[in-house]
């Protein structure tokens, strides 16, 4: 995954930087930490992203991928196998 150059990589992010990291709008980061789907921290009046709660997020996102997949697997739709050399989930539609 290539990310933007300028954002180095830390523990801690501002909604700024996560948004870039997440390619997501200002009211779409809002929605998932109001939705508790993303974990926040504060510092002061700061708001920070913990850099484990943006992998968690994304591994979400991935296992409801999957889970998506298994289901129209069920009905005979395709099939989801993870590669392990590309580190990617592979989808197959029949």
Partial sequence: MSTDSSI???ALYDVPEAMALL????????ELIRSRRLVTVTQGRRRLVPATSISEYVQLLLREAGEMMVARRSRGEGSLFWH???Q???????
């Avoid at 390619?23 to 809002?30: E, M």
């Avoid at 990617?88 to 029949?94: D, E, F, K, M």
């Fill in 8 to 10: 180095p990589v830390r």
């Fill in 23 to 30: 390619n997501l709008s200002r009211t779409q980061l809002y």
């Fill in 84 to 86: 392990e050399k590309r």
């Fill in 88 to 94: 990617r989930w592979i989808g197959v539609v029949s």
